[in-house]
């Protein structure tokens, strides 16, 4: 572990940017591109750990024969406010977002703090992205010797990572366009790229800035223009009213072929009848209001299109395909019982370098990495008449919404599903078991048009889904992705905003709004190890090692949305405001 020396001692709430940092690290060692896609099993350098957004561990002193002894090793309260950003480790050392616009460094043995940045929202932004305590980004990035922070009133800021001083920061957008950072940052290629939350065009867009200068080097628009490629698809809506935003996880990256692959959240507003003037004014059947609801596979060094796929077309619900998209190869076998659209081109037994995506609206879809070729879709987690895509043609990809659930006039309710069945949380992946995890909401939506509002929907509210049960409201999915069998094993009451972890050790790892933070079989789910924290768990679940000893680390505080909690859901305490890190690990021998 690199060693750290200590400064002056300031309480973390009331440090300013220009405030000395509490310590700094000596002979830092600058991360590297080769670090970066092939990372030390002790480090944790991205949101998902590795580029392909997997979130697999190899470490495995912890394991499912020791796990009991599981004990906390340090916890660090933090400032209140909203908390979804998961932490990075690099050679001892954890960074991470705290609420109110910080970014801290903390020595990740014990939570001693190493330096603090705090970010000085102006006055006159305020009224744009709201205070300090109120933003929502959903990570940091870590490169040579900096750290890459999405301030809310559109900056980009490179800190040093050693002292948290300020390197370069860049205007990124201009706040009084009602855009705003939520999103994360995903450093590639020598280039840092970034996404947020939009209400006008001009603000929609992925961007890559150069990671030493701060210099932009490209600019992805996510709603097409009139008058080029797939600009038609949006009919007579003029250029500046295309808004569709990628608020979410950030991408992944295939560093082969150059290629970063994002989601991108529903157009706005959100039913036809406010967003186009007709129910028919666009098709049902993608291609509808691109590049809303897809999958966008973009060149790296250029930020060119190299493909995309849409998953929800003219979205009429809020219902978003965003988040992360998980880079795998698998074995393509799908079986037919469990997989409702399967394409009859590919070749069984076939290998297929792959992207798999779960939307918060349900749905899961396998699509070539390389292509953007449709390999295989179906309903999450269940397939029912209520489910937002009525069917997909095999053979060319392409969705169709369900028109039953369609507002065709203003004022019409109608029951949808899902509703925020996953969310900002991440999903993960054991590449030894081909299995994906997904921790899932059984809930659906009710909701009703409004042409006089201008989101376009009048009450909205989530619920459990038509015939469920409240005891399996919120479970656990162990998806095979070779046959896309999915099991359900675990189901509780609680929801939760943790995200999932797999490790070496033969352990998954989850946390709920209930404050449980578990260790369950991969395999059949069972409990393993149990905590019960301090705080509503939020996203962040992360596993590393200083010195040869594994750790694993939660965030606690409040989300901003995500559980669409159904209120027959009671009795479950969420404690508000208990930001803090807790970080586990084996007894000392």
Request: negative net charge; hydrophobic residues 40%.
């Amino acid at each position: 572990m690199r060693a750290i020396t200590r400064l002056a001692v300031v309480a973390l709430g009331a440090v300013a940017a220009s405030t000395p940092a509490l310590a700094q690290v000596s002979d830092f060692q600058p991360v590297t591109d080769q670090m970066l896609q092939n990372p030390d099993p002790a480090d944790w350098l991205m949101i998902n750990r590795t580029y392909d957004q997997q979130r697999f561990s190899p470490l495995d002193e912890i394991n499912r024969d020791n796990v009991s002894e599981l004990a906390l090793a340090w916890s660090l309260g933090l400032p209140a406010g909203v908390q979804e950003s998961t932490p990075l480790v690099y050679d001892g050392v954890m960074y991470l977002i705290a609420p109110g616009a910080r970014v801290i460094a903390v020595d990740a043995t014990n939570g001693d703090r190493i330096w603090t940045y705090s970010h000085e929202i102006p006055n006159s932004a305020i009224g744009f992205v709201g205070p300090p305590q109120s933003q929502r980004q959903k990570s940091i990035a870590i490169y040579a010797d900096l750290i890459f922070y999405t301030a809310p009133d559109g900056l980009i800021v490179a800190l040093d990572a050693a002292t948290g001083e300020i390197r370069w920061q860049t205007e990124v957008f201009d706040v009084t366009t009602n855009t705003r950072h939520t999103g994360g940052v995903l450093v590639a290629d020598g280039k840092v790229i970034t996404n947020r939350a939009c209400l006008q065009r001009s603000g929609c867009f992925i961007s890559a800035h150069d990671v030493f200068t701060g210099n932009e080097a490209w600019k992805f628009y996510l709603t097409a223009a009139p008058g080029t490629r797939d600009g038609d698809t949006w009919g007579d809506v003029p250029l500046d009213e295309r808004v569709a935003s990628s608020w979410g996880l950030p991408g992944s990256y295939d560093p082969e072929r150059k290629v970063t692959y994002w989601g991108i959240a529903n157009p706005t507003p959100y039913t036809r009848l406010t967003r186009h003037g007709s129910v028919d004014a666009v098709p049902t059947t993608a291609p509808a209001d691109l590049y809303s609801n897809s999958t966008v596979a973009l060149d790296v060094e250029l930020g060119e299109l190299v493909w995309y796929y849409q998953h929800n077309p003219g979205d009429d619900w809020d219902l978003d395909h965003l988040h992360e998209r998980t880079i795998i190869s698998t074995v393509f076998e799908p079986d037919p019982e469990a997989v409702k659209w399967i394409n009859p081109a590919i070749e069984r037994g076939s290998i297929r370098e792959a992207v798999v995506m779960v939307g918060e609206g349900g749905g899961i879809w396998l699509l070539d990495r390389a292509t953007g070729q449709f390999l295989w879709a179906s309903p999450f987690p269940y397939d029912i008449p209520e489910f937002h895509i009525a069917d997909i043609n095999v053979e060319t990809g392409r969705t169709v919404i369900n028109t039953e659930r369609m507002f065709t006039e203003d004022g019409q309710r109608q029951l949808v599903c899902y509703h925020n069945t996953r969310s900002y949380w991440s999903t993960a992946y054991d590449p030894t078991r081909n299995a994906l995890y997904v921790p899932y909401h059984d809930a659906c939506l009710d909701m009703t048009s409004n042409a006089s509002s201008p989101s376009g929907f009048g009450p909205r509210v989530g619920m459990l889904r038509p015939g469920t049960d409240l005891e399996d409201y919120s479970s656990m999915a162990r998806i095979d992705l070779t046959t896309g069998r999915m099991e359900r094993i675990h189901s509780q009451v609680a929801p939760g905003n943790g995200s999932a972890l797999v490790t070496a050790g033969d352990l998954l790892f989850w946390g709920d709004i209930a404050r449980r933070f578990r260790a369950f079989d991969p395999d059949d789910g069972e409990v393993l190890w149990e905590a019960v924290l301090g705080g509503t768990i939020q996203t962040s679940t992360i596993s590393y090692a200083v010195d040869g000893r594994q750790y694993v680390a939660v965030l606690t505080g409040n989300g901003t949305s995500g559980t669409g909690t159904p209120a027959s859901i009671s009795g479950i305490e969420i404690v508000q405001e208990h930001n803090a890190i807790y970080s586990f690990a084996l007894p000392r021998r």
